[in-house]
């Protein structure tokens, strides 16, 4: 995941097509978080962003605790993680091979 993440950023510092909030790699790192549901019992419909799909996807937070990448509409989750995405699109693995998406 490291190296991922830095030749991302490496790819993104040679061009000027990208954003210059790819480069914040918090905001990277909160979208390749595995969705977490938290500990209470609430029901508040949420997005996170799905790193194998490369998409925001519609989950149930409980209301407490869980991590960032959390999101209370799918245009927010779009928005942070869709450009993250550009710098790290997803990895396809087939038969011990990765294919880039």
Do not use: W
Not at 8 to 30: C, W
Not at 48 to 75: A, D, M, P, W
């Amino acid at each position: 995941r490291s190296l991922l993440l830095i030749a991302a950023i490496a790819m993104v510092s040679m061009t000027d097509d990208y954003p210059s909030s790819i480069l914040n790699t918090e905001a990277i790192d909160r979208c390749f978080l595995q969705s977490d549901s938290g500990l209470c019992l609430a029901s508040k419909p949420s997005y996170y962003y799905n790193i194998e799909r490369g998409v925001c996807v519609k989950f149930t937070y409980g209301g407490c605790g869980g991590n960032s990448n959390r999101f209370k509409q799918l245009e927010d989750c779009q928005t942070a993680c869709g450009e993250a995405a550009l710098a790290h699109p997803p990895i396809l693995a087939s038969n011990d091979r990765c294919y880039l998406q």
